[in-house]
């Protein structure tokens, strides 16, 4: 598949990501709403969760890539690097908006729900802070693209194991 193609799947996978962490927050941050340690487990599960999605999408791509010898290093951080153009258009719109309801914000906090909990706290530094999730994703996508070498060996060598166990097995039945 193309890198295109791939960032392309990428956003799908964010935009999806973020409605669900988004109306999950709401019940799972109501329920002890003035226990700031709970507010702080919950919005990093949150972000831990989102992250995990993202290595599993980026790295099973990867996986199926060096089946099919189409593996390219870089390809994991171009891909995150156009994940992130929605994100940074929202951002500099954000930015260039100054007016009493910024949408282009209340957008780009939407987008980026999972790090909600880090927005609220920072609130004086928004939309500033929010930059470095953007630039978060494509080192994550690039990191678990560059995984998928490691796992898939990984993979392979736990099947020739069991290969070797049955016939190791099927000896001793004899």
């Not at 099973?60 to 290093?73: A, I, P």
């Not at 007016?99 to 609220?120: C, G, H, M, Q």
Request: glycine residues 6%; proline residues 5%; without cysteine.
């Amino acid at each position: 598949m193309g890198v295109g193609k791939l960032g392309l799947r990428l956003i799908g996978t964010h935009a999806l990501m973020s409605i669900v962490e988004f109306f999950l927050m709401m019940p799972l941050m109501g329920l002890w709403e003035n226990n700031q340690i709970y507010q702080w487990l919950i919005g990093l599960l949150l972000v831990i969760f989102f992250w995990l999605i993202i290595y599993s999408d980026v790295n099973y791509t990867s996986q199926n890539e060096l089946k099919r010898n189409l593996f390219w290093k870089p390809k994991g951080f171009i891909i995150g690097l156009i994940a992130s153009i929605p994100a940074l258009v929202l951002f500099i719109l954000a930015i260039m908006i100054q007016a009493d309801i910024n949408y282009a914000e209340i957008a780009l906090r939407i987008w980026l729900s999972p790090y909600t909990k880090f927005f609220v706290t920072f609130q004086d530094k928004m939309p500033y802070i929010a930059i470095i999730p953007i630039f978060i994703l494509p080192v994550l996508t690039g990191l678990s693209y560059l995984d998928g070498p490691r796992k898939r060996k990984k993979i392979l060598d736990a099947i020739k194991e069991a290969d070797a166990q049955r016939t190791e097995k099927s000896k001793v039945d004899r």
